[in-house]
């Protein structure tokens, strides 16, 4: 709800048992209070994400960081198993990202528009299993110009994996 809304760092849900706002992040919550999901990260949050703010996290929800400003989202202390829809679409700033060990599938446009340029899925070569062909399609370069050169585009992973297959396709 709050795409596009470029300098918004904090929205106050008055103690409500759903959600929760903390570093311009949107948590779902879980009956007892610890954070379930992502719903969204919010455009005025800018730098890195670091893994112990998302830690205990099980899943993204589409769109989660669609259109926002961080630089790396550190992934690697979640339990999330799905890069859903749009979760990084339109990310112009985003340089890195670190996928969790948890990791099996990646979604249709989860990267479209994105500036990645640096993928680090070594933690999840093993259960990676299913990377939708369009996951990664309008890759862009941070000036939001098409990205035709993919050689500047790095994947860390392990040798004979399914991200290795697709970082050789890029």
Same mark, same amino acid.
């Given at each position: 709800?709050?795409?596009?809304?470029?300098?918004?760092?904090?929205?106050?849900?008055?103690?409500?048992?759903?959600?929760?706002?903390?570093?311009?992040?949107?948590?779902?919550?879980?009956?007892?209070?610890? !954070?379930?999901?992502?719903?969204?990260?919010?455009?005025?949050?800018?730098?890195?994400?670091?893994?112990?703010?998302?830690?205990?996290?099980?899943?993204?929800?589409?769109?989660?960081?669609?259109?926002?400003?961080?630089?790396?989202? *550190?992934?690697?202390?979640?339990?999330?198993?799905?890069?859903?829809?749009?979760?990084?679409?339109?990310?112009?700033?985003?340089?890195?990202?670190?996928?969790?060990?948890?990791?099996?599938?990646?979604? *249709?446009?989860?990267?479209?528009?994105?500036?990645?340029?640096?993928?680090?899925?070594?933690?999840?070569?093993?259960?990676?299993?299913?990377?939708?062909?369009?996951?990664?399609?309008?890759?862009? !370069?941070?000036?939001?110009?098409? !990205?035709?050169?993919?050689?500047?585009?790095?994947?860390?992973?392990?040798?004979?994996?399914?991200?290795?297959?697709?970082?050789?396709?890029?």
């Amino acid at each position: 709800p709050f795409y596009k809304c470029d300098s918004l760092k904090s929205v106050n849900f008055q103690n409500s048992p759903y959600y929760s706002c903390e570093n311009s992040i949107i948590f779902g919550l879980a009956g007892d209070g610890s !954070r379930l999901s992502i719903v969204e990260c919010l455009g005025g949050r800018t730098g890195y994400v670091e893994p112990t703010e998302l830690e205990g996290v099980s899943k993204l929800e589409e769109a989660a960081f669609k259109g926002s400003n961080v630089r790396q989202v *550190d992934l690697s202390k979640t339990t999330v198993n799905t890069i859903p829809k749009e979760a990084f679409a339109n990310t112009l700033k985003l340089g890195r990202i670190v996928f969790p060990s948890s990791l099996q599938a990646i979604e *249709d446009y989860a990267f479209e528009g994105s500036a990645v340029e640096f993928f680090n899925a070594s933690n999840a070569s093993n259960t990676l299993s299913l990377i939708s062909q369009y996951a990664f399609s309008g890759l862009v !370069r941070e000036d939001g110009e098409e !990205r035709t050169d993919y050689s500047e585009v790095t994947w860390v992973c392990e040798q004979d994996s399914i991200a290795e297959r697709i970082g050789n396709l890029q």
